[in-house]
T-cell receptor
Framework: AQKVTQAQTEISVVEKEDVTLDCVYETRDTTYYLFWYKQPPSGELVFLIRRNSFDEQNEISGRYSWNFQKSTSSFNFTITASQVVDSAVYFCALSEALGGTSYGKLTFGQGTILTVHP | KAGVTQTPRYLIKTRGQQVTLSCSPISGHRSVSWYQQTPGQGLQFLFEYFSETQRNKGNFPGRFSGRQFSNSRSEMNVSTLELGDSALYLC?????????????FGQGTRLTVV
């Protein structure tokens, strides 16, 4: 069975601090996908990034960066120079690929509430 | 390009009633998945439809059902509502294209059962 653990329930930082959100996953699949989503108070899950299990390259997008390490089954997310607008709940998720045509079931972590104070 | 559209955004129903929620995926996406989000249980997978067929189902009672139409639009139905069904219901559409993949969610339907 697939499992995603986000050990940090809540994180509070002051603006401009760097913050890392941890994500550890478990799966027996050899091909899988990892995601990060942001959920602002409006409720919509905003897609941030998808990473394939066969691609361990780290990625940077502006102030966001992701570190994928298969050896430790981790997919951590770092926000550099955090801003108040980054305040939200962040979810890490894991999925298998069913027949190469969809993501199938997404297994989510419990989420990390990030609060960035001015 | 239009995103995932869920209707209605908010619903208030009475215990024992039934409810139908709708989800229109992104054009070209053939897979629609439904999720329930509650404060206690977090985000839980309900079911996934692909080309009008249910391919995967989560651990929910039979009161929760769904279907998908030929245009990929999906509906979710909950019969005999219980107070515990109060939640944010989210749908996601996706289509895997080689190494370029997408999985996008709608804004959700917030259901309150009283």
């Amino acid at each position: 069975a697939q499992k995603v653990t986000q050990a940090q329930t809540e994180i509070s930082v002051v603006e401009k601090e760097d913050v890392t959100l941890d994500c550890v996953y478990e799966t027996r699949d050899t091909t899988y996908y990892l995601f990060w989503y942001k959920q602002p108070p409006s409720g919509e899950l905003v897609f941030l990034i998808r990473r394939n299990s066969f691609d361990e390259q780290n990625e940077i997008s502006g102030r966001y960066s992701w570190n994928f390490q298969k050896s430790t089954s981790s997919f951590n997310f770092t926000i550099t120079a955090s801003q108040v607008v980054d305040s939200a709940v962040y979810f890490c998720a894991l999925s298998e690929a069913l027949g190469g045509t969809s993501y199938g079931k997404l297994t989510f972590g419990q989420g990390t509430i990030l609060t960035v104070h001015p | 390009k239009a995103g995932v559209t869920q209707t209605p955004r908010y619903l208030i129903k009475t215990r024992g009633q039934q409810v139908t929620l709708s989800c229109s995926p992104i054009s070209g996406h053939r897979s629609v998945s439904w999720y329930q989000q509650t404060p206690g249980q977090g985000l839980q997978f309900l079911f996934e439809y692909f080309s009008e067929t249910q391919r995967n189902k989560g651990n929910f009672p039979g009161r929760f059902s769904g279907r998908q139409f030929s245009n990929s639009r999906s509906e979710m139905n909950v019969s005999t509502l219980e107070l515990g069904d109060s939640a944010l219901y989210l749908c996601a559409s996706s289509y895997l294209r080689g190494r370029n993949t997408e999985a996008f969610f709608g804004q959700g339907t917030r259901l309150t059962v009283v």
